[in-house]
């Protein structure tokens, strides 16, 4: 049974968005079979694992009395599918072929790419969208998660595990593959974890030549039109300043325990009034580091940084190890700009990559 579900998860994994029915995705059910899986057979934990889930729950059920609202259930089922990820991480924690797991890594980040080439060649505009409560993109590598930002992240693992693993060709493939989705978070992202993998993996000389190539290919990445493939653009920049104010905002009508996790959506129509509750951007923040401030509060923010210091202080020094700092530091810096860190997919990845470190 666990074979299956680990199957289906991998299967499920580059088709992203595009396989979505409603609001509910097939790739949060096997999560949460693999999560009541780990539940049920009682697979081990560190102590400190539910410290932040605990926070969370807490601050969702004062929520309930905060809001007095129905559209507070929408919080749940997000709070829920963070409860489930955890104990996926749980679940996939106790599968003995760590080789396989470190190799579905690359081969979900290759598909994922794949397919976001067959979307930039036959579908490369995606305007229509909007209409649906999707940003509207065009002329840019935007894939099944049908935004690229969080494709770019996507494709940024697979560039450092091809790294990792000396499979050069491969990677250079992943750098093209995300020069093409124009994603300035995705080239930070990409910049600051290949120098630390370059660092752990002492591997300096390839990583100069490596980033003077990829810097190369984006001066000549082409520029048919649209706003979304100037690299300088600055109408991004400023939506994103006005985002973090806004879920700053959010955060000060209630900093100790937050508005709940996550109410975000719910809190921007009550507290900021004129929201588009039909966006999928709706329920998200620009910084995830922001989202954890905004729902949890001061007290949720603190417990999450004690507890990836935890995390960090626990782990022996291995491959593995090093694999999933570096996949890490990707997320910290992409997070920053995208709430990637709580993105169904990034979590995902995550599990698998956190399950192969020694405890």
């Not at 996790?261 to 809190?267: Q, S």
Request: glycine residues 6%; positive net charge.
């Amino acid at each position: 049974m666990e074979q299956i579900i680990l199957f289906a998860f991998l299967i499920l994994f580059p088709f992203g968005q595009i396989i979505k029915i409603g609001s509910l995705n097939p790739i949060d059910i096997i999560v949460c079979l693999g999560a009541i899986t780990a539940i049920i057979k009682r697979y081990k934990y560190p102590k400190y694992f539910n410290d932040f889930l605990m926070v969370a729950i807490f601050s969702y059920l004062l929520s309930i009395f905060i809001f007095k609202n129905s559209q507070v259930f929408v919080g749940l089922l997000y709070l829920v599918r963070l409860a489930a990820y955890f104990y996926f991480y749980i679940f996939l924690s106790n599968f003995k072929d760590k080789k396989l797991l470190f190799n579905s890594l690359l081969a979900i980040s290759f598909f994922s790419a794949l397919f976001g080439w067959f979307q930039y060649f036959f579908y490369p505009d995606l305007t229509s969208l909007k209409y649906i409560g999707w940003d509207d993109h065009l002329f840019r590598l935007v894939g099944t998660y049908l935004d690229p930002g969080f494709t770019s992240l996507i494709i940024v693992f697979g560039g450092v595990t091809s790294f990792v693993k000396k499979k050069y060709l491969l990677f250079a493939f992943f750098a093209v593959t995300l020069a093409f989705t124009y994603s300035r978070a995705g080239y930070l992202a990409l910049a600051v974890s290949f120098f630390l993998a370059s660092f752990l993996f002492k591997r300096f000389k390839m990583f100069l030549i490596i980033l003077t190539c990829f810097l190369v290919v984006i001066f000549l990445l082409p520029k048919p039109g649209g706003e979304g493939i100037n690299l300088t653009r600055t109408y991004s920049i400023s939506s994103r300043i006005n985002n973090y104010k806004e879920t700053f905002e959010i955060f000060k009508k209630s900093p100790v325990f937050g508005v709940g996790f996550n109410n975000i959506c719910l809190a921007k129509a009550i507290y900021l009034k004129n929201v588009n509750s039909g966006s999928h951007s709706c329920s998200g923040s620009d910084s995830s580091l922001l989202l954890i401030l905004a729902t949890t509060g001061i007290v949720g923010f603190i417990i999450f940084v004690n507890s990836i210091s935890k995390v960090l202080f626990a782990l022996k020094r291995g491959f593995y190890t090093k694999v999933f700092l570096v996949l890490l530091s990707a997320v910290f810096v992409h997070s920053f700009f995208v709430n990637s860190l709580f993105y169904p997919w990034v979590m995902g990845y995550l599990a698998i990559s956190a399950s192969l470190v020694e405890k």
